[in-house]
């Protein structure tokens, strides 16, 4: 295959050899704060061994050649720079000469690709630090610029997909160097630049403004460079997309991409179904690149060394003492506790559960500890003896359901949304209480299974049920919650039987929760006056909360109590509480310390807007002015985004947050894009006007239906829930009913039209975090203010079913 030629003009003015010298300085300056932090482990630690000073020898080389490629001297450049626009020139060689059919079949896996990608960068640096796990917006942000930029420079610039996972394997290698070699020695990272949320493991709420500042400067740098990072190495995989959808009109190539999108799901989906590990997410990321875009490449050898690199990267066993599971929510570490080898868990890192072997075998001779962990499980149990029917929430491995057998429950009904703990208490726990005939396992949400439970309860009890780091897949919801809310537990109380008792214990990260929790308990109908009592299990902080159905709780035995060093906190938390920071099912941030504008995140996202504009003036560049004709599709997808992210909360509310409705969320929304499409394809009628009020009229009706759910509930929850699911997905309809009708017009280039829908869907996605403060109807409102704007920038009717103008693309 001949090479060819490249002339210095050329070589100034790549946009490729920008987007990798960006790369390159953001990734070094994060290997050389990585040996820094090594120096610092050296000093700090005063062990002068030869392998410390072989390990200190190393990083600081590492950091050497990472200010050379920071300042990136002219016999470095020279050679590399030459590379990266022949990858450019022998790509475009290649594209030119293929045919029209090989690229209309690429458009459907390339779409995969950068979906798919997209939600494993996102699961992978969120099981790497818990950081990500809070800030997941923040990657799919990133993701949603380097594809937008590729997009809109498709025509205009070399696209060089060789490029993807030599940066992508160099990526994963320096985050994982940082998390399990100095991050595993030091707290620089394991900490969360944020004071509105609380956590168990994450305690930065306590800090003062200043020492909170100093804290998160580690965390903005790397939340700073990953952003980067990861745009950089979606913006080829743009390029790809938008060069491919020139290949046939804007309709189908549309129609094509929202298939590929379907699909790139619909992977993951499996993926997360069968708790395969992060090699295997990109092994499927990396093998379709391989295959299909770089098989005749002159550069596939380079693709093969990186893949084989990243690979290696993944599956280095980094803590042998540690088995990794990776469940649909979480990266679950499964170790042995030191003093008697039985099971404990980490999530994300941080310490989640353990399991103690309490059987009726080992009591009055069991260590100290054990006998505590014993009084704290079987407290519940002093309130409602010998229970018929018990519901434990939040069941675990299985601490709980064995403490209900041993107290003499006749059925347990044990609820858990994580699979793999499941597995694990049934696998690990000494006791095996998930292997008794009494004992039925219920895999699902707590708030999912409380709406659809028939049978009522001597005893309901929620387990430390805080969710860490476990975050929903595409919002900044909890997992957990919707079941903390106003709403969720009235549900829960209300299948108790006459005299039945509720039990809520928490280990409180601040004061906060514990007010929330017992104004809560002490405003639902029926209700006694609530118990609080300090009981200090895993945290001096963890509060138990008992309220019984018509009558008040108190303490019984409270000097038996008191030797375990269980108080009475009752009146402490029956103080004033502002009404308006209690979670309601509109505004379920039970983990935020009272209702405030999230500051702590405009400062990240100010820092998104301005790498953004970095990224942008590095690729794009700002040389020409903005074509009035695509500003709508810039604000349909920020309205598509914030209606994506309202149908995930509200379908996790009515199905429960598993990963699976996250999943049959979005692939839902896709479709009904994907079947708007079709429609038009078909020759469907519908003016652009009549789409745009229905679009705007679905989401008025939604609106409502999100404020007042009685609105809208039926007897059969069947029914209600179908209802919902039309209100949730069908402004989308209307939504890619405008969509395709307006890359129908004249002129309109499609890739250029997906690269302002996707800017304005990182638009859309700053925008979301409006609702920790309005609660998430008022999304609702936001999305028919864009949708507006959509309108009336869109200057004239356009019949959907006209047919795209050759100039768009052919072949």
């Not at 990072?229 to 094509?256: E, F, M, N, R």
């Amino acid at each position: 295959m001949d090479t060819p030629s490249v002339r210095m003009d050329q070589v100034n003015d790549d946009a490729n050899l920008r987007l990798v010298r960006f790369f390159g300085i953001c990734l070094s300056s994060l290997v050389f704060v990585y040996a820094l932090l090594g120096v610092r482990l050296f000093l700090d630690g005063n062990s002068f061994a030869l392998v410390d000073w072989f390990l200190l020898s190393l990083r600081a080389l590492l950091g050497a050649a990472a200010l050379l490629v920071i300042f990136y001297p002219p016999w470095l450049a020279r050679p590399m720079e030459r590379k990266i626009v022949e990858m450019g020139a022998l790509f475009e060689a290649a594209f030119v000469s293929a045919e029209a059919k090989e690229k209309i079949r690429l458009i459907v896996l390339a779409t995969m690709v950068s979906l798919l990608l997209e939600l494993v960068m996102i699961r992978w640096l969120a099981s790497v630090f818990p950081v990500f796990s809070f800030f997941k917006n923040f990657t799919l942000l990133a993701c949603f610029l380097g594809l937008g930029a590729g997009y809109a420079v498709a025509d205009k610039q070399r696209c060089a997909p060789a490029l993807v996972l030599p940066m992508l394997a160099l990526f994963v290698l320096v985050i994982t160097v940082l998390r399990y070699d100095v991050g595993a020695a030091t707290d620089v990272f394991s900490a969360l630049p944020m004071q509105e949320q609380t956590s168990i493991s994450i305690w930065m709420d306590r800090l003062n403004w200043l020492a909170l500042v100093q804290r998160s400067v580690p965390l903005y740098l790397l939340l700073s460079v990953s952003f980067v990072a990861c745009a950089c190495i979606c913006y080829p995989v743009g390029q790809l997309c938008g060069k491919l959808l020139s290949a046939t009109d804007a309709l189908k190539a549309y129609g094509l991409n929202l298939f590929g999108s379907i699909l790139g799901v619909v992977v993951l989906f499996v993926m997360s179904l069968f708790w395969l590990p992060p090699i295997i997410w990109f092994i499927a990321v990396a093998g379709v690149l391989l295959y299909f875009v770089l098989s005749r490449d002159a550069y596939l050898p380079l693709g093969v060394g990186s893949v084989l690199l990243l690979l290696t990267v993944l599956a280095w066993p980094v803590q042998t003492e540690i088995q990794r599971i990776y469940s649909p929510y979480q990266l679950l570490e499964k170790m042995a506790k030191p003093d008697d080898s039985l099971m404990n868990i980490l999530s994300g890192g941080s310490y989640y559960q353990k399991v103690f072997n309490l059987s009726e075998a080992n009591r009055g001779h069991e260590p100290g500890d054990d006998r505590y962990a014993r009084a704290y499980y079987e407290f519940p149990f002093n309130f409602k003896t010998r229970p018929a029917r018990v519901a434990i929430v939040g069941a675990g491995s299985g601490n709980d359901v064995a403490a209900a057998l041993r107290m003499g429950a006749s059925h347990v009904d044990a609820i858990e949304i994580d699979p793999a703990i499941v597995f694990l208490g049934k696998s690990y726990h000494p006791e095996h209480p998930y292997d008794d005939p009494r004992v039925t396992v219920v895999v699902n949400d707590a708030r999912n299974f409380f709406r659809t439970a028939r049978a009522q309860y001597d005893l309901i009890i929620y387990g430390v049920l805080d969710s860490h780091t476990a975050l929903s897949h595409a919002s900044n919801l909890r997992v957990d919650s919707y079941v903390y809310t106003q709403e969720g537990i009235a549900e829960a109380f209300n299948l108790l039987k006459p005299d039945g008792v509720m039990s809520i214990a928490f280990a409180l990260p601040n004061e906060s929760l514990g007010f929330k929790l017992s104004h809560i308990l002490s405003g639902i109908p029926g209700a006694g006056k609530p118990l609080a009592v300090r009981v200090g299990y895993d945290s001096k902080s963890t509060t138990a909360f008992v309220t019984q159905k018509g009558h008040d709780v108190r303490l019984p035995d409270a000097k038996v109590f008191a030797a375990f060093g269980f108080t009475d906190v009752s009146e402490h938390f029956a103080q004033p509480y502002p009404a308006e920071s209690i979670p309601t099912d509109d505004w379920p941030f039970f983990y935020m310390i009272k209702r405030t504008y999230p500051v702590s995140y405009m400062v990240a996202l100010g820092m998104v807007l301005l790498l953004s504009y970095m990224f942008v003036r590095r690729t794009i560049g700002w040389s020409e002015p903005v074509d009035r004709s695509y500003v709508p599709f810039f604000f349909l997808g920020a309205g598509f985004m914030l209606v994506e992210t309202k149908a995930i909360t509200e379908l996790g509310l009515h199905l429960g947050g598993t990963w699976f409705v996250v999943a049959a969320t979005i692939v839902m929304v896709l479709l009904m894009a994907f079947l708007a499409n079709f429609m038009v394809q078909r020759g469907a009628v519908l003016r652009t006007n009549l789409a745009y009020l229905g679009l705007l009229a679905s989401l008025g009706v939604g609106y409502f239906a999100a404020r007042d759910h009685s609105l809208f509930a039926f007897a059969s929850p069947l029914l209600s829930l179908v209802v919902a699911c039309v209100l949730l997905t069908v402004p989308l309809f209307f939504s890619g009913f405008v969509f395709s009708g307006l890359i129908g017009r004249r002129g309109i280039n499609i890739s250029t039209a997906l690269a302002y829908n996707l800017m304005g869907a990182l638009f859309g996605g700053l925008m979301e975090y409006n609702s920790m403060y309005f609660g998430f109807a008022f999304l609702y409102l936001l999305a028919m203010g864009f949708y507006a704007l959509a309108w009336a920038f869109s200057a004239q009717p356009v019949t959907a079913a006209r047919p795209v103008a050759a100039e768009v693309g052919s072949s």
